[in-house]
């Protein structure tokens, strides 16, 4: 089964949404929510517009869909799940840098955007594992 990555990024104005690897799927939004929503509708917009044919071959089968994000638009997103309080227990990294990174003062380095990612994944793992 193929894999739609789609891109959500902050930039100057609003987020932005794009398929990574496959051409014509686009959003956009006030919030990185709305952006992925945006890129969502249009993805299921270009699948109904088309004849089978005349798709890409990521989307004539059945396919997943993966979501990639900057760290400060993550930050942004999941902020009512993450409080900075509990991204610092889980990755080390201090609070006050965690809102610089979320409101785009900093950029954080490959460094500790992977620091992040990891402890995250870590989460992720740890949570599978959990039974009541």
């Known amino acids: 089964m193929e894999t739609v990555k789609i891109i959500i990024e902050k930039s100057a104005d609003y ?17 990185a929510e709305d952006a992925k929503q945006d890129a969502l509708k249009g ?12 798709l890409p071959e990521i989307l004539q089968g059945d396919f997943d869909i993966a979501f990639k994000y900057d760290t400060q638009s993550f930050l942004n ?3 009512k799940v993450f409080s900075y309080v509990a991204l610092e227990r889980l990755t080390g990294i ?3 840098l965690l809102h610089h990174y979320s409101t785009g003062l900093k950029k954080p380095r490959t460094i ?3 620091k992040i990612e990891t402890a995250l ?9 959990v039974e009541l």
């Open 77 to 79: 997103y999941y902020n």
């Open 121 to 129: 994944h870590n989460l992720g793992r740890e949570l599978t594992a």
């Open 43 to 54: 993805l299921k917009l270009f699948v109904n517009s088309r004849s089978k044919e005349q």
């Open 94 to 96: 201090n609070q006050k």
């Open 15 to 31: 987020y932005d949404a794009y398929a990574e690897n496959c051409d014509g799927i686009y959003g956009a939004g006030q919030t």
């Open 112 to 114: 500790q955007r992977k």
